[in-house]
């Protein structure tokens, strides 16, 4: 099946500095592909250049098949973009905003649009100039999804949103996706993407660093396991067992013991069984902890950002 999103050594510099470089990415449809990095790493960069926005220095990119440049104006009727400095007209109503961006789409229901402004808990009757961050961003996301694109491309699309609206977007994604749309989705939250993509790639420096499903990374997940445990326990069918990389023990009657476990946790969970358990506490390492770690990066505590 032919990738909907696709580039081939993609670049674009600035005199010596670099804004994207040899990027190779093959994304697929019905995909919901995480697109991540710290501010400046080249996200929007490589959206721009996707979107024909800016030119590559060298490479190419493909949307649908077509040429992101020479095909440019009938790549962008196929497709939603929120972009990343979001910008709209102050003095419309978020309503007469839908209705004129609808007469340029061939697909445009405004049912659709306004069940979308509820969802997302918007007041489409207010002019976008009176609304508040979190309230404009709902706009970028009402017009992106309003016309079910083939194709949606978003640049922090949850910037100023609350949590519960954050929820709302995401189950906006996860229907649009089984419906066979594919989502682009830029973001340097990572535990934003870790729910709804089916796979992310991380970008540093303006170089993919690498490329992960989401199923991957979780199942070679590292957690950290304390164990509160009544009587005398034997700990050694703990410390026998293939998933638990280190285990430290504190205290006597009870035991608290802390665990180190990489991958599936099934086992552990079984072996406890055997214990008299008093509390259990289980954390998983953050989605952004595993990329620092597979990248080989420091983490952001280990940086010494000098004075």
Partial sequence: MAAVVETNGLSKRYGDVVGVADLDLAIQPGEVFGFIGPNGSGKTTTIRLLLDFIRPTSGTAAIFGLDSHRSSLEIRRRLGYVPGDLTLFDRLTADDLFTWLGRLRVRHDPGHAAELADRLMLDPSRKIGDLSTGNRQKVGLVQAFMHRPEL?????????????????????????????????????????????????????????????????????????????????????????????????????????????????????????????????????????????????????EAVDHGD
Avoid at 160 to 184: K, M, N, W, Y
Avoid at 248 to 275: F, N, S
């Fill in 152 to 300: 949606l491309v978003l640049d922090e699309p949850t910037s100023g949103l609350d949590p519960i609206v954050r929820r709302s977007f995401q189950e906006l994604v996860a229907e649009v996706a089984a419906e066979g749309a594919t989502v682009f989705l830029s973001s340097h939250v990572l535990n934003e993407v870790e729910d709804v993509c089916d796979r992310v790639a991380m970008i540093t420096d303006g170089r993919l660093r690498r490329i992960d499903e989401i199923t991957d990374l979780r199942a070679r997940s590292h957690r950290r396991v304390e164990v509160v445990l009544g009587g005398s326990p034997d700990l050694q069918p703990l410390d026998r067992l293939a998933c638990v990389d280190h285990l430290a023990v504190v205290g006597d009657q009870p035991v608290t013991a802390t665990l180190d476990v990489v991958g599936e946790i099934d086992p552990l969970i079984k072996t406890l069984g055997r214990y008299e358990i008093e509390d259990l506490l289980i954390e998983p390492k953050s989605l952004e902890d595993l990329f620092l770690e597979r990248c080989d990066l420091p983490s952001p």
